[in-house]
């Protein structure tokens, strides 16, 4: 299948920095990708969808101003935590879609643990 | 998207099959079923999906029945390493790609 990466596997950050989050489609070109946040023993929740080229679109109750996705080119979706606090410690997981003759797929990077001290 | 329904939790035995059902009356013509997989603290992992006829894969088979109410991922020969959560999810072919996660099931493969 597909390849999607993120960098960086893991990262601790004090409380008030920005945290950026790559993810990369490795083998091939992406015009979507997905980021999703995942707490302890929760299963994943979306955040928003990412279109190369345009802007994010963010699902319910998800702030946009806290939460920046760059979407510059057709392999490279950025996920920017601003300001970060301990209680945006968590999982964080993109994915990216690839269609298919029999419907579309989507292929998940292997996350970022994020540690807001 | 139409809403499934899996057990919270099963367990199989080392080298049996593995069964793992998922409802989904709801489910409307256009909409796949899709499995995926997440194994402790990495990434979900695509395993099989289907529209209405059974598929076969390398890691999986997928069974839909006819009503296309519900279906069954198989994994023919489970290892310990198939130990994960397992989710079930309905999407439809052109609803922006969204897939939304339940909780699944978490299998445990024992020897």
């Known amino acids: 299948g597909a390849v999607v990466s993120q960098h960086p596997s893991r990262v601790i950050c004090k409380s008030g920095t920005s945290v950026k989050i790559e993810c990369r489609s490795l083998?091939?070109?992406?015009?979507?990708m997905f980021w999703y946040r995942q707490f302890p023993k929760q299963s994943l929740m979306l955040m928003a969808t990412?279109?190369?080229?345009?802007?994010?679109?963010?699902e319910q109750g998800v702030e946009k101003d806290k939460f920046l996705i760059n979407h510059a080119s057709l392999t490279l979706s950025t996920l920017t935590v601003t300001s970060a606090h301990p209680e945006d410690s968590s999982f964080y997981i993109c994915?990216?879609?690839?269609?298919?003759?029999?419907?579309?797929?989507?292929?998940f990077g292997p996350g970022t643990r994020l540690l807001v001290l | 998207d139409a809403k499934t329904t899996q057990p919270p939790s099963m367990d199989c035995a080392e080298g049996r099959a593995a069964n793992l059902p998922c409802n989904h009356s709801?489910?409307?013509?256009?909409?796949?079923v899709y499995w995926y997989r997440q194994i402790h603290s990495q990434g979900p992992q695509y395993i099989i999906h289907g529209l209405k006829n059974n598929e076969t894969n390398e890691m999986a088979s997928l069974i839909i029945t006819e009503d296309r109410k519900s279906s069954t991922l198989i994994l023919p020969h489970a290892t310990l390493r198939d130990t994960a959560v397992y989710y079930c999810?309905?999407?439809?072919?052109?609803?922006?790609?969204?897939?939304?996660f339940g909780q699944g099931t978490e299998l445990s493969v024992k020897p």
């Open positions: 709801t489910i409307s013509g256009n909409e796949y």
């Open positions: 999810i309905v999407r439809g072919y052109n609803q922006g790609g969204k897939l939304i």
């Open positions: 990412s279109n190369e080229g345009s802007k994010a679109t963010y």
């Open positions: 994915s990216a879609r690839v269609p298919g003759e029999r419907g579309e797929t989507q292929y």
């Open positions: 083998d091939f070109q992406a015009t979507t």
